[in-house]
């Protein structure tokens, strides 16, 4: 973290208050975060630091939704998303920094990939499985991308949707998923020496920008056009992935 130069600064602090804002009211725009922090930081260190300002960033969105979770879908989830959380810790036990650059990118493709399918297909209203093999199966993905790559925002958001649930639940659920399985992922993480003291004492630091993020992104969701937003967002997302895969 000690060879972060200003530029270096500048994107963690902006990736801190886009976080604030993804986890409060402006879905999708999380995904842009993943392939920022990899472009300033080593890549095992981008994913610890991360996760400890998505951990913080949760802290603010369980509190807001804390009436709004659906537990009977977590429950469902979150224990095979912990077999993948444990599978992923195993893939990054043999995975190098350079290794692991264009793995971010593959998978932040894949998920930018998957949600514009969701979202074109016959309208943005493509049937999507319910049955208890669905569920397995994207919690499963869920925890290996999110260990490997604190990208499963876009697997939670086909699951949810699949559940048909009302908006307030559907951002409530999300909320609460993520906040448990953050925490989760940290005793794997500080085995890999991916969370360090110094990555926690860079996410101390961006709690005023994560806290700002959070604030803004409750007013800005009113005001902003949803569509236009998440297209730019995603373009963005997969010209900063694609510039780590080579």
């Not at 300033?40 to 009436?67: N, Q, T």
């Not at 994207?138 to 908006?167: H, S």
């Amino acid at each position: 973290m000690s060879d972060l130069d200003l530029f270096g600064w500048f994107v963690v602090a902006l990736c801190a208050f886009m976080v604030g804002m993804t986890k409060t009211g402006i879905p999708g725009l999380g995904i842009m975060v993943v392939p920022l922090m990899a472009g300033v930081l080593p890549a095992r260190s981008s994913v610890g630091a991360l996760l400890g300002i998505l951990i913080l960033a949760d802290l603010f969105a369980a509190s807001y939704h804390r009436h709004n979770a659906q537990w009977r879908h977590l429950f469902h989830l979150i224990p095979v998303a912990l077999a993948g959380i444990v599978t992923g810790y195993f893939g990054l036990k043999y995975i190098n920094d350079e290794q692991l650059k264009p793995i971010i990118g593959g998978i932040v493709l894949a998920m930018l990939a998957i949600n514009y399918w969701r979202t074109r297909t016959k309208g943005g209203d493509t049937p999507i499985p319910t049955q208890w093999w669905f569920a397995a199966g994207l919690g499963f993905i869920a925890g290996v991308t999110t260990m490997m790559a604190n990208a499963a925002g876009p697997v939670m958001i086909i699951y949810l949707l699949a559940m048909r649930l009302p908006k307030i639940n559907f951002v409530g659920t999300s909320a609460w998923f993520f906040f448990v399985i953050n925490w989760l992922k940290v005793p794997f993480s500080t085995n890999l020496q991916l969370m360090t003291a110094e990555s926690v004492k860079l996410d101390l630091m961006m709690l005023p920008f994560i806290a700002a993020g959070a604030v803004a992104g409750i007013f800005a969701l009113k005001r902003i056009p949803q569509k236009a937003f998440n297209i730019v967002v995603q373009i963005l997302a997969a010209a900063a992935a694609i510039r780590l895969l080579f």
